[in-house]
């Protein structure tokens, strides 16, 4: 694919273009982690900080579903449980899902066009401490006299104005994700638009990096308007405004508008650079170049576009004018199509392709089968007038987790999988990764599938208690959380033996149809990559020209 000199890649100085170890001494090993402008090393701590936080979220997780085995007041007073519901969103949303996504991009994107860092590596090393501090604000509001926040990841007033002291802590925290989120967005697209390596044109880029380079841009546009949104909640309880009080001539829905047109981009951000990770494994282990590259990147693109015109489709119940809820429904719909492009071309890659099935394989069709599942349930809640029955019932609550576990997560879980030998010089154990696979997409389905249900008979979301008629179902979800929440312990320990180095030895390309600069440099990569930009074979297979012959 291109012409790598491996001393321009690698150094024997550890001193000067090394890592420093432990066997430096403890005290220079924190400080290289905490000073770090290296971006494989913001990449490690972007994903360790994010399966930390999916841990946290994930108990929180198991408090609901334990409070929902059975009808009745279980374990936690009501309050508290609103509490678990609000941080377990919060968390996971923006500690552990999108925090894992930057964290790949920092990894793979320079390694993926040929330069040797991010542009801005001491904003980088910024962008990724701010969000330890955020966190702990966060979740020190457990701790505090009036408790966590309590009216849901969405903070709708009046309820949240309701709120105890945890309120300015929480706004404080999203400020700095916000901060955070913007910086890393920033650094990409600078990054990416002006540091490709020479004969890399945008059109011969992987799907990731073009996944991430209009994530960013979505990042900078939306993360400005939830900041907007809770700095109204801010001055409405402490400075006397009234954004969204009736009694003072606000409205309360101008919160529901301002806060979704960020939380439908959001929710594209959660899951395009998943897009861009499925679309790099499936040619992979299929052994064939991807079906229709320009066309992906044309539907990434309709996508990100139509998520800024969408937003009013979470609002159908406030009476809005039927005209507003025609737009809003067939914008919706409409989405489906550059989405229905992407599972196509992922279909016809497959087709009559050498595939084998290795643990990231896997894990990419359980995506593409299991985030199509999510995917047809919001088409079903795009509907007005349906949608005035499934509003806030455990049906959205299905829909949304279809998306975000087996669709952000798995694709996240599949990206570590199919670089982490590029990543530490050693193979993961492939039978204890198949059986992770296996184990977690089985209970996934246990305790997501019941809640369509649950949803369809009229359960509503957000409640602590509930009528013996959801009982059976309920019970099921909960053995299914539990038993998936188990599931990710071998995962964990399959990949902190691939950090120790406890393995077989990767080679360089590592997969037999990986295709890509990153697999051009040795395993495990070196600390500084491409200190002199590669040279692009102009007949690279990726570019789109040689996708169409």
């Known amino acids: 694919m291109s012409t790598v000199n491996p001393a321009d890649t690698h150094h024997d100085d550890h001193h000067h273009h090394g890592p420093v170890t432990l066997k430096d001494g403890f005290f220079k090993w924190c400080m290289r982690w905490i000073s770090t402008t290296n971006h494989k090393d913001l ?66 994107v320079p390694m993926m066009i040929g330069c040797s860092d991010l542009a801005l590596p001491r904003v980088n090393n910024w962008g990724f401490w701010i969000l330890p501090f955020a966190f702990t604000l966060l979740l020190s509001t457990l701790f505090i006299d009036s408790g966590a926040p309590a009216a849901g990841w969405t903070m709708y007033p009046p309820l949240v104005l309701q709120s105890g002291d945890s309120l300015p802590l929480m706004i404080l925290a999203i400020h700095m994700m916000g901060v955070s989120s913007i910086t890393g967005a920033i650094n990409v697209v600078v990054t990416i638009l002006n540091m490709r390596a020479p004969g890399m044109t945008l059109l011969k880029m992987p799907l990731f990096v073009w996944t991430w380079l209009i994530t960013a841009y979505l990042l900078i546009a939306v993360m400005p308007v939830l900041a907007g949104a809770v700095t109204m909640l801010l001055t409405d309880r402490y400075f006397g405004t009234s954004f969204f009080s009736a009694a003072g001539g606000g409205d309360p829905v101008m919160y529901q508008h301002i806060f979704w047109f960020f939380g439908h981009p959001e929710v594209y951000i959660m899951i395009l650079p998943a897009f861009g990770i499925i679309s790099m494994i499936i040619p992979t282990f299929a052994r064939k170049p991807l079906f229709g590259y320009d066309s992906m990147v044309y539907a990434t693109a309709s996508i990100a576009f139509l998520s800024f015109i969408v937003w009013a489709h979470h609002m159908f119940t406030v009476g809005m004018p039927v005209a507003g809820e025609l737009f809003f429904m067939f914008s919706t719909m409409l ?33 593409v089968f299991l985030f199509t599942i999510g995917g047809f349930s919001g088409l079903m809640l795009a509907i007005t007038p349906v949608d005035f029955q499934y509003h806030d019932s455990y049906f959205v609550v299905a829909h949304f987790h279809y998306v975000l576990v087996p669709g952000a997560l798995f694709s996240i879980i599949a990206a570590i999988y199919y670089w982490i030998p590029k990543w530490t010089g050693v193979m993961y154990n492939e039978k204890l990764g198949q059986f992770h696979f296996w184990w977690s997409t089985v209970w996934i389905n246990v305790l997501f599938f019941p809640q369509h249900f649950l949803g369809l008979a009229g359960m509503p979301r957000r409640i602590p208690d509930y009528s013996t008629q959801f009982a059976d179902f309920n019970m099921v979800s909960s053995v299914g959380a539990f038993m998936f929440f188990i599931g990710q312990f071998p995962f964990a320990y399959n990949m902190i033996q691939c950090m ?50």
Request: aromatic fraction near 14%; glycine fraction near 10%.
């Open 500 to 549: 120790r180095g406890k393995g077989q030895a990767a080679t360089d390309r590592v997969w037999e149809g990986a295709r890509g600069l990153e697999w051009t440099v040795p395993s495990p990569a070196p600390y500084h990559t491409f200190e002199t930009p590669p040279k692009i074979d102009p007949k690279e297979v990726t570019s789109a020209a040689e996708q169409h012959a």
């Open 335 to 367: 989405i489906a199509v550059p989405t229905g492009v992407k599972v196509f071309n992922w279909v016809a890659t497959m087709w009559r392709g050498s595939m084998s099935f290795e643990t990231p394989m896997l894990f990419a069709l359980g995506f």
């Open 43 to 108: 990449g490690t701590l972007y994903l360790v900080f994010s399966f930390t936080m999916l841990f946290i979220g994930g108990l929180m997780s198991l408090v609901i579903r334990a409070e929902l085995f059975a009808p009745g007041i279980q374990y936690v007073d009501p309050e508290f449980y609103n509490q678990m519901i609000t941080l377990h969103a919060l968390v996971m949303i923006f500690g552990g899902i999108m925090p894992g996504f930057v964290g790949l991009a920092n990894w793979m």
